[in-house]
Structure formats: structure tokens, C-alpha cells
């Protein structure tokens, strides 16, 4: 398994602002999985981050408003820029152990509230 | 595009009685078919998963069916207990290299005792 670890927990924002979600992983991995949770829907994949290359964006996520950064194996940020409140949502990071496909680990989430 | 449908959205049922949940999937390279369980302010965590080259596989309580040539496959839950109330989301590997989970759109279960 994995302990995965997303900062912040909450948030509450102001309409146009940003925001950088962390995400820390207790052991390297390869593919990192950034997804977005709205309230009371499914999980909708954002983007892959792999270390060392630039992250691959979903349709209707693009690098602009979402970037991300994978520094190193155990670590990704993914950014929310200029907020609005559509934005307010749960943020998940998630890792693959095996490399893929298999059992997705997920972090606590962050939830976000823009106002 | 990669699409995976699920129904119902909700389910209700007596403490006891078994829970099915039915997915279909649209990407026939999808070869990987987990089971995922989300309590209330918690986050997703895997119950039971299928490879295509498997057409049932069973967990205590937990079975999953899989049938790749009509491109479905299902969850089910017997004897159901009050603690397996949780939102359920079934999920299929997509296609592009980096092997990603699409996710269904998730049932509710309540389970009444």
C-alpha cells in the first residue's frame, strides 16, 4: 500500500485567485493521477503526471488552468488557477503502485470552496 | 470517446439481502476492471478488481462477473450488512500509454437493517 499525503485538507478561496495542492507520496513511484471529485459526482481524471516528463491533460483540462509540476517520485503539485466557483470541488492525488493498470491509491483530498 | 456507465445511482435494500451493480464500458483495450468504495468524507479504496483474462472472482461477501464480449461486467454484494452502506464506483482501464481508471458515475447503497 501507500501513504499519501495532500495539503491543504481545505480551503476556502476568493473568485480569481490560485491555488497549489500538494501531494507526498511514503515511496517512489512513477504515475501520479491528479482527479477532480464534484460534490455528490464520479471521479473525472484531470491529468497524468510522470516524473520527468510534462503531465498528459484529459479533455476539457488544459495545462493553463491546471498545471502541475512532478519535481521528483514522490512528490506533484497540480495548481487551480483563477478560481471561479465552479472550481469548488474535492481534489484527489492518486498513485499505481504497479505501474499500471492496477489498484489506485488515494489521498485524503482537498476540498476547495471558492467564493 | 472512453465512457463507462453504471447503474442504478441508487439502491436500497434490506439488511441481508444481496446488491447488484452493472457497468458497461466502451473501450474494448480496456483490460482492467477495479471496484472502488467511498464512504461519506473519506476517500475511494479498492474492493475487489478483474483482469480480462478472468471472468469471475470472489471475496467473502464481494464478487465481480465480467463479460468482455458484451463489454460489462458487475458487482456483487451477499448478505449485505448496514456497514456496506457507501457510494460504489466501478472503473475500466482506458487506452493511451499511461494506463488510467475512467470512472462510472457511482451508486448509492443504503443498506436497512
Known amino acids: 500500500s501507500a501513504v499519501i499525503s495532500q495539503k491543504p485538507s481545505r480551503d476556502i478561496c476568493q473568485r480569481g485567485t490560485s491555488l497549489t495542492i500538494q501531494c507526498q507520496v511514503d515511496s517512489q513511484v512513477t504515475m501520479m493521477f491528479w482527479y477532480r471529485q464534484q460534490p455528490g459526482q464520479s471521479l473525472t481524471l484531470i491529468a497524468t503526471?510522470?516524473?520527468?516528463?510534462?503531465?498528459?491533460?484529459e479533455s476539457g483540462f488544459v495545462i493553463d488552468k491546471f498545471p502541475i509540476s512532478r519535481p521528483n517520485l514522490t512528490f506533484s503539485t497540480l495548481t487551480v488557477s483563477n478560481m471561479s466557483p465552479e472550481d469548488s470541488s474535492i481534489y484527489l492525488c492518486?498513485?499505481?503502485?504497479?505501474?499500471?493498470?492496477?489498484?489506485?491509491?488515494f489521498g485524503e483530498g482537498s476540498r476547495l470552496t471558492v467564493l | 470517446g472512453e465512457n463507462v456507465e453504471q447503474h442504478p445511482s441508487t439502491l436500497s435494500v434490506q439488511e441481508g439481502d444481496s446488491a447488484v451493480i452493472k457497468c458497461t464500458y466502451s473501450?474494448?483495450?480496456?483490460?482492467?476492471f477495479p471496484w472502488y468504495k467511498q464512504e461519506l468524507g473519506k476517500r475511494p479504496q479498492l474492493i475487489i478488481d478483474i483482469r480480462s483474462n478472468v471472468g469471475e472472482k470472489k471475496d467473502q461477501r464481494i464478487a465481480v462477473t465480467l463479460n468482455k464480449t458484451a463489454k460489462h461486467f458487475s458487482l456483487h454484494i451477499t448478505e449485505t450488512q448496514p456497514e456496506d452502506s457507501a457510494v460504489y464506483f466501478c472503473?475500466?482501464?482506458?487506452?493511451?500509454?499511461?494506463?488510467?481508471?475512467?470512472f462510472g458515475a457511482g451508486t448509492r447503497l443504503a443498506v436497512h437493517p
Open positions: 472503473a475500466a482501464s482506458g487506452s493511451g500509454g499511461y494506463n488510467k481508471l475512467i
Open positions: 473501450d474494448s483495450a480496456s483490460n482492467y
Open positions: 492518486s498513485v499505481d503502485l504497479a505501474g499500471g493498470p492496477g489498484e489506485l491509491f
Open positions: 503526471a510522470n516524473q520527468g516528463s510534462e503531465a498528459t491533460y
